[in-house]
């Protein structure tokens, strides 16, 4: 029936407790066997400092009266009971009926009608609540109690007359087992001596409950973050495998062209050599602007993106832009939302990631105000500047939704796309309304970068 340390599914704490065992691990008291030495060592010396005027002038002034040899078994019984809580978490079990027994051997040595109960029982039938499942601890406690309860009358009566006797005590009658006050004092001993190992080992039991609840909560809790974290990473990965592939067909749609233009160029070699030249520097000029493309993709992903297809089953067609816009607007109306566009300011041609950027960025917003704030106004205001595009892009919040709702990963898309051109974006609620301000430069270098 022995218990060993620390079962599975039990997890330590955190607070004071792990605090003293870091300052134990400094000091180098590693092991629970030495730190529960020590316990037992530092208890041992508080005992013996109680002991030592109970036994002596407060006995005295009691009319109790000690023989040095009872005082010097008191005071050994007392050492060894503390230092028998080394082992109340390596054997669990055995600390327990241990201390019960030498808690029965005080019976033989004190005087009749007294008794001297420290902390050691306390301690080890809380440790066991602690450690030991809830039948195993019940029995535990229950046979420590047993053994006390069904031993120390016969102790009293049959062998601590003699005890006494050889260590120099008074000579003292039995106690009578059969008489009423006799009976009564055993009882409410008794009593009291099943509650002091039951409530201690209950207290065990519920700090044990309280860690191991504590344990399930924070690894819960460590499991909830990471399956945000890779969500998180996962999203920001497809996000850049969809740019990775719209750079993709931004690449064709700029090759086909030079293709093209090469074959004119061929052509006009011989015939028309100034047009030819003019052919070579639109080549170079688009040439340039690919290039630009991919190495400012090339920049920003970091990390190789498997998906995307071949290059011949790629799709050729156009990427979106902002002259998209209006046909993105009437589809968003179409499914039932209200939007309104405004456009300001005189467009001016810009580079292919920023145009498809300024696009997703719209259409993101709208699908975020479908799915968030179904039924609320949109405006979305388009600021052609002379060297930059704003977007402004605003919705209606419901009351329920507030601050508590957490950004989706729309929104970590959008950054991507904006720190990929070296644009801004700023986002959050103003107001009663959600808004989304993105800042685009007209042309974008490899060295852009998002503010």
């Given at each position: 029936?022995?218990?060993?340390?620390?079962?599975?599914?039990?997890?330590?704490?955190?607070?004071?407790?792990?605090?003293?065992?870091?300052?134990?691990?400094?000091?180098?008291?590693?092991?629970?066997?030495?730190?529960?030495?020590?316990?037992?060592?530092?208890?041992?010396?508080?005992?013996?400092?109680?002991?030592?005027?109970?036994?002596?002038?407060?006995?005295?002034?009691?009319?109790?009266?000690?023989?040095?040899?009872?005082?010097?078994?008191?005071?050994?019984?007392?050492?060894?009971?503390?230092?028998?809580?080394?082992?109340?978490?390596?054997?669990?079990?055995?600390?327990?009926?241990?201390?019960?027994?030498?808690?029965?051997?005080?019976?033989?040595?004190?005087?009749?009608?007294?008794?001297?109960?420290?902390?050691?029982?306390?301690?080890?039938?809380?440790?066991?609540?602690?450690?030991?499942?809830?039948?195993?601890?019940?029995?535990?406690?229950?046979?420590?109690?047993?053994?006390?309860?069904?031993?120390?009358?016969?102790?009293?009566?049959?062998?601590?007359?003699?005890?006494?006797?050889?260590?120099?005590?008074?000579?003292?009658?039995?106690?009578?087992?059969?008489?009423?006050?006799?009976?009564?004092?055993?009882?409410?001993?008794?009593?009291?001596?099943?509650?002091?190992?039951?409530?201690?080992?209950?207290?065990?039991?519920?700090?044990?409950?309280?860690?191991?609840?504590?344990?399930?909560?924070?690894?819960?809790?460590?499991?909830?973050?990471?399956?945000?974290?890779?969500?998180?990473?996962?999203?920001?990965?497809?996000?850049?495998?969809?740019?990775?592939?719209?750079?993709?067909?931004?690449?064709?749609?700029?090759?086909?062209?030079?293709?093209?233009?090469?074959?004119?160029?061929?052509?006009?070699?011989?015939?028309?050599?100034?047009?030819?030249?003019?052919?070579?520097?639109?080549?170079?000029?688009?040439?340039?602007?690919?290039l630009d493309d991919l190495r400012q993709v090339v920049g920003v992903l970091r990390e190789?993106?498997?998906?995307?297809?071949?290059?011949?089953?790629?799709?050729?067609?156009?990427?979106?832009?902002?002259?998209?816009?209006?046909?993105?607007?009437?589809?968003?109306?179409?499914?039932?939302?209200?939007?309104?566009?405004?456009?300001?300011?005189?467009?001016?041609?810009?580079?292919?990631?920023?145009?498809?950027?300024?696009?997703?960025?719209?259409?993101?917003?709208?699908?975020?105000?479908?799915?968030?704030?179904?039924?609320?106004?949109?405006?979305?205001?388009?600021?052609?500047?002379?060297?930059?595009?704003?977007?402004?892009?605003?919705?209606?919040?419901?009351?329920?939704?507030?601050?508590?709702?957490?950004?989706?990963?729309?929104?970590?898309?959008?950054r991507e796309r904006t720190a990929l051109v070296g644009g801004s974006i700023r986002a959050?609620?103003?107001?009663?309304?959600?808004?989304?301000?993105?800042?685009?430069?007209?042309?974008?270098?490899?060295?852009?970068?998002?503010?």
């Open positions: 029936m022995d218990g060993h340390a620390l079962p599975a599914g039990r997890k330590v704490g955190r607070g004071p407790a792990s605090r003293l065992d870091g300052l134990l691990e400094r000091l180098g008291v590693r092991g629970v066997i030495a730190r529960d030495l020590l316990l037992g060592t530092v208890w041992a010396a508080v005992s013996l400092a109680a002991l030592l005027p109970l036994l002596g002038p407060v006995a005295a002034d009691l009319g109790v009266r000690l023989s040095d040899g009872q005082v010097i078994a008191v005071l050994a019984v007392a050492v060894v009971q503390s230092l028998l809580i080394a082992l109340r978490r390596v054997r669990p079990v055995a600390a327990v009926l241990l201390v019960a027994t030498l808690q029965v051997a005080l019976v033989a040595v004190m005087p009749p009608e007294t008794t001297a109960r420290l902390a050691a029982p306390v301690i080890v039938a809380y440790t066991a609540g602690v450690l030991l499942p809830s039948a195993r601890w019940i029995r535990l406690v229950g046979a420590a109690a047993l053994l006390e309860v069904a031993a120390g009358p016969v102790v009293a009566a049959y062998v601590a007359p003699s005890v006494r006797a050889a260590l120099g005590g008074a000579a003292a009658p039995p106690p009578d087992l059969v008489s009423w006050t006799s009976a009564v004092a055993w009882l409410v001993d008794d009593v009291l001596l099943v509650l002091l190992y039951l409530s201690a080992a209950l207290v065990g039991a519920a700090v044990a409950s309280r860690r191991a609840y504590v344990g399930l909560v924070e690894s819960r809790a460590e499991a909830v973050e990471r399956t945000r974290e890779a969500e998180l990473r996962a999203a920001i990965v497809a996000e850049r495998t969809r740019m990775a592939r719209e750079l993709h067909d931004i690449a064709a749609h700029h090759l086909s062209g030079l293709v093209v233009q090469a074959s004119a160029v061929e052509r006009l070699l011989d015939r028309d050599p100034a047009a030819a030249r003019e052919a070579v520097r639109g080549i170079r000029a688009q040439g340039k602007q690919t190789q993106s498997r998906a995307g297809g071949s290059a011949a089953g790629a799709s050729e067609a156009s990427v979106p832009g902002l002259a998209g816009l209006p046909e993105l607007v009437a589809d968003a109306r179409a499914l039932g939302d209200r939007v309104e566009l405004t456009v300001e300011g005189t467009p001016a041609p810009l580079t292919h990631l920023v145009d498809v950027t300024a696009y997703r960025a719209v259409q993101e917003a709208l699908a975020n105000a479908r799915q968030h704030a179904p039924g609320r106004d949109v405006s979305v205001r388009l600021v052609h500047g002379d060297d930059d595009v704003r977007l402004e892009i605003e919705n209606g919040v419901p009351p329920a939704s507030s601050t508590r709702s957490r950004p989706g990963y729309g929104l970590v898309g959008m959050g609620l103003d107001g009663d309304r959600w808004r989304v301000l993105l800042v685009l430069p007209r042309r974008h270098g490899v060295d852009g970068g998002a503010t």
